[in-house]
């Protein structure tokens, strides 16, 4: 192929300039010939794209402008491309593919060059359009000067013809009333009005009709199956299309507006008996495609503001998250609501934030030496007295603790699987969407934009839809899909919608991939009734509630999408909704990320959020969801709330840098919370609260004045909630809530807090490097169990337990805490732990303490092993003591001896010489293996325990009132 420059010199010579301005007198049919001279010129009308083919595509009275009405200002790939799909497109109303056997004159006289034009006007032939379809013979063409054309009764059109309006558009309308009867018709540059006897401007049955550049005023267009139709670059004012059954429609490049029902009305599943003009449609389709799912477009940034599209307003903090790097841990931009710059080189260097559990045992050597908290000065040799950690329990000797170790493949495999995937990838990945997109039945609307009416697409009864590219904007809905219909919806613009932006009903599905939704009045989608479509890759921002709702039995797959800056929660369950959301962004919101309320469900695995002003996942009042595997960070509040009657298994998530809490748990909830993560966040690791939420103020600010009641449908979800029964076999009844194989680790108050008159089971975690106490209980008139722990390093004491409190300490390994190992002023039962190395006592009873201290092995630094003041009463029998550094071994003072009784202790002095002292015989603590054999036994060995009052609370350190960070809602 030529260069132009050789081009130009090749055909005379002449300057390209002159060339375009010679060639821009052509027509059409000579710009073929002159193409056909030789590959120069062929080379040289090519080049014509922006000026001759410009021209001819703009001057075209068929059609407008190729990116009308939503881009009109954007130019076309190829002018001349886009000319040739207006040239093809306008003769696919002549390809009827019905043979004439018995004749091939017939044939050929049915499609003769030489077919007739017939003028209708003032002066012309004829003076009507009725009278000039009598005389008009198969595929004659019509042309009707400017002016208003009124038919007094219905048309019935049984010719073949081509209907064309003479002049600009405006210039010729109908007053019509069509039934198309024959094979095919095109009608083109007219405006459609309907007659006072019928609001049905034109109807088909079974042929095919090819609008193009047309106006349709008030009035409605029909097509039955096996009908057809092609609509092109027209514009519906206040009026409809609805279409029946129809195997295969197309509506291209078309403007809604004000229209008072529905734009577009597709019902019934697509009939089989299909018309000619099927496989030509197809075929138009396929060839002038506009989009291609293939494509595997650069993946989302969060730091880039530009993919975000329309960011809320307002001081928003922006933590980048790097996700899929090869970098050890997770770190911001910025200073998060917890830590420092610092604090993070101080702590969090060679950290694994997200590594998760193998089921195996609890992975606690990376803790083994937070800096800055040793356990004795630097010039003082007291290497004899460390007693350091390796996994899964305290080690056997006491040596120097062994190094961090380094990031592992699991974490770097688990920062990959966060990143936001493409659309093509999600496709890849899912053969039954894939096969989704790719499919085409019933109506395509490719194109086309609806706006300043009440809807814009209706699909009803198995309709099938198809919608690309489309603009929906200040409608009351975009589309609504009911009653077992499928829709498509691919790179649609959804925004400014007065309620929702679309509405899925009675079991209907399909794919929404890749759209913008955004700034709706209610939810972006609305998920309901048995619903079950694929949410994919789109993005769902700024709306004035939720992003996504799912309620009354409505399930969805829900991946890869950006749902950030909604007024209300990201995604909001309830009412039994069920469906599975995965590997989604959500970030930035006003309220929670994900609520799960009123006995919703659901699956939310492997998603990153983020940055959201209330609590990250937020579960109550029968919510019963599984949490797994996702990362809760860099929240203004909490990170994940389990109010009043909240459930759900919470397992392996990251719950990190969080302002208020990693996780706030209510009074009569029963969540099992297993193998997190939960780091750095300000204020506790886990508080449980015996305080009941305001439901009512809840409400009204999560959502309950979302329409959650359809325009004329019942407002009774009770009876939708008795329709599906779907359980989660793999999960395991709880009576009592349990924390369990947890990392709580250098959170900015206690690591565990409980406040609570309820049971609770804390198994087999490690709380470690916390601010204040490692484990922290107030007003538990219920007997917390807290079994199977390392609680270690952390700044105050490792377990405080206030006065009136019942708690069972078992198999603990409780060390190198900067304060009292143990310190009780409650009631219970301290059974085969190993407290040791603490700064502080090793156990400290005060007050009325009334504790059984049996088996225990005890060691301080500087301090006492048993310390008892005041009146204490209860058993100190058949523990270790190991002589601390001062050679203090056990003070007793105690006003009546004959309630404390102490009794075969052995206490073991330390001699400077002597071996260093080994955990030996048992092993040292916790026995990981053994905690999760009493696990199951522990489900139910205790009832929950129902509040009926709501108790006013005073939270210690860092936490000033009595309520959560989380709002008022608390």
Not at 165 to 171: A, H, N, S, T, W
Not at 304 to 309: A, D, I, K, S
Request: with cysteine; aromatic share 8%; proline share 4%.
């Amino acid at each position: 192929m030529l260069p132009i420059s050789q081009v130009t010199m090749e055909v005379s010579g002449l300057p390209l300039e002159l060339w375009r301005l010679i060639l821009a007198y052509l027509r059409l049919p000579d710009l073929g010939r002159c193409s056909l001279v030789c590959k120069a010129w062929y080379e040289l009308i090519l080049s014509l794209d922006s000026t001759r083919w410009r021209q001819l595509c703009l001057r075209c009275i068929e059609c407008r402008h190729p990116n009308w009405p939503n881009q009109p200002d954007v130019e076309p790939r190829s002018w001349r491309e886009a000319f040739k799909q207006h040239y093809l497109a306008a003769k696919t109303w002549t390809k009827n593919a019905q043979e004439f056997e018995s004749s091939t004159c017939l044939y050929l006289f049915r499609r003769r060059k030489d077919r007739r034009v017939l003028y209708v006007g003032p002066g012309c032939e004829f003076d009507n359009l009725g009278s000039a379809l009598t005389s008009a013979n198969i595929y004659d063409k019509i042309v009707l000067f400017p002016g208003i054309y009124e038919e007094q009764g219905e048309i019935i059109l049984n010719v073949p013809v081509e209907i064309m309006g003479q002049g600009k558009l405006g210039d010729v309308a109908l007053l019509v009333c069509v039934d198309q009867h024959c094979a095919t018709t095109r009608l083109c540059n007219l405006v459609f009005m309907p007659v006072w006897f019928s609001p049905v401007m034109y109807k088909v049955s079974s042929g095919h009709v090819q609008f193009d550049n047309c106006n349709f005023e008030n009035g409605q267009l029909q097509i039955h199956a096996p009908g057809t139709c092609q609509v092109k670059f027209c514009t519906f004012n206040q009026a409809t299309i609805s279409l029946h059954n129809v195997a295969l429609s197309v509506l291209e490049n078309c403007e809604f507006v004000g229209s008072e029902i529905a734009s577009v009305t597709v019902e019934g599943y697509p009939s089989s008996d299909r018309n000619w003009a099927y496989k030509h449609l197809m075929g138009l389709i396929k060839s002038s495609s506009a989009f291609s799912i293939t494509q595997d477009p650069a993946p989302f940034n969060p730091s880039n503001q530009e993919t975000l599209g329309h960011l809320p307003t307002g001081n928003l903090r922006t933590c980048e998250i790097v996700i899929g790097e090869n970098q050890s841990n997770f770190l911001p931009t910025s200073k998060t609501p917890q830590a420092s710059e610092k604090d993070f080189q101080e702590n969090e260097i060679n950290k694994d934030l997200c590594s998760t559990r193998d089921g195996k045992g609890i992975a606690h050597d990376t803790y083994s030496n937070d800096s800055g908290q040793s356990s004795s000065n630097e010039n003082e040799p007291e290497d004899q007295y460390k007693f350091s950690h390796k996994a899964p329990s305290l080690s056997h000797t006491l040596v120097r603790p062994l190094p961090r170790r380094p990031q592992t493949t699991r974490s770097s495999n688990l920062q990959k699987s966060l990143e936001l995937k493409t659309l093509h990838q999600e496709l890849q990945r899912d053969s039954k969407a894939q096969s989704l997109a790719n499919s085409l039945q019933g109506c395509l609307i490719r194109k086309c934009l609806f706006r300043d009416g009440k809807g814009g697409v209706f699909i009803y009864s198995q309709g099938r839809a198809k919608m690309e590219g489309n603009i929906f904007r200040d409608l009351v809905y975009a589309v609504r899909c009911v009653q077992n219909s499928k829709i498509i919806m691919l790179k649609n613009d959804i925004y400014h919608c007065k309620t929702s932006g679309i509405f899925l009903r009675l079991e209907a599905g399909g794919l929404i991939a890749d759209n913008n939704i955004y700034s709706n009045s209610e939810a972006g989608v609305d998920i309901r009734k048995g619903a079950n479509p694929f949410i994919l890759c789109n993005k769902i921002h700024s709306g004035l509630r939720s992003g996504i709702v799912v309620l009354g039995n409505g399930k969805g797959i829900i991946r890869s999408n950006q749902i950030y800056g909604n007024k209300e929660a990201g995604i909001y369950i309830l009412y039994k909704g069920n469906p599975i959301v995965s590997g989604n962004h959500i970030f930035q919101g006003l309220a929670a990320g994900i609520a799960v309320n009123e006995n919703g469900r659901g699956q939310i695995i492997e998603n990153v959020i983020r940055e959201n002003h209330w609590g990250g996942a937020d579960i109550r009042r029968g919510g019963d969801p599984i949490l797994r595997s996702n990362l809760i960070c860099f929240g203004y509040s909490d990170g994940v709330v389990v109010g009043e009657q909240g459930k759900g298994l919470i397992e392996g998530n990251t719950i990190y840098g969080n302002k208020g809490c990693g996780m706030w748990i209510m009074s009569s909830s029963l969540p099992h919370i297993t193998s997190n993560h939960i780091a750095h966040n300000s204020i506790y690791g886990v508080a449980v609260f015996c305080q009941k939420d305001d439901a009512n103020n809840y409400l009204s600010r999560q959502g309950s004045n979302e329409n959650f009641n359809d325009e004329g449908e019942a407002s009774s979800w009770e009876n939708d909630r008795d329709g599906e029964e779907d359980q989660f076999s793999s999960r395991q009844p709880i009576s009592v809530a349990l924390i369990e194989s947890n990392n709580i680790d250098h959170n900015g108050a206690a690591g565990l807090y409980v406040k609570s008159n309820e049971a609770l089971n804390v198994i087999a975690n490690v709380i470690h490097a916390n601010k204040e106490s490692g484990l922290t209980i107030l007003q538990s008139t219920q007997l917390t169990r807290i079994a199977n722990n390392s609680i270690s390093y952390n700044h105050l004491g490792g377990v405080l337990v206030e006065s009136e409190c019942r708690v069972e300490l078992r198999g603990n390994g409780i060390h190198n805490n900067r304060g009292p190992g143990v310190s009780s002023k409650g009631d219970g039962t301290i059974l085969e732990n190993d407290i040791i190395g603490n700064r502080g006592c090793g156990l400290q009873l005060l007050q009325a303490a009334n504790m059984k201290i049996t088996k225990n092995r005890i060691h301080s630094f500087r301090d006492y092993g048993i310390v008892m003041l005041d009146h204490v009463k209860g058993l100190v029998q058949e523990n270790m003591i190991f002589q601390g550094k001062t050679k203090k071994t056990i003070l007793q003072q105690v006003s009546n001896l004959e309630d404390c009784l102490v009794e075969n202790n052995n206490f073991l002095a330390f001699k400077k010489f002597d071996d260093p002292w080994k955990l030996e015989n048992p092993p040292a603590r916790p026995h990981i293996e053994e905690a999760r054999r009493s696990i199951s036994v522990s489900h139910n060995s205790q009832k929950v325990v129902n509040m009926t009052s709501r108790i006013a609370t005073r939270v210690e350190g860092r936490c000033p009132n009595s309520r959560s960070i989380f709002c008022t809602i608390l």
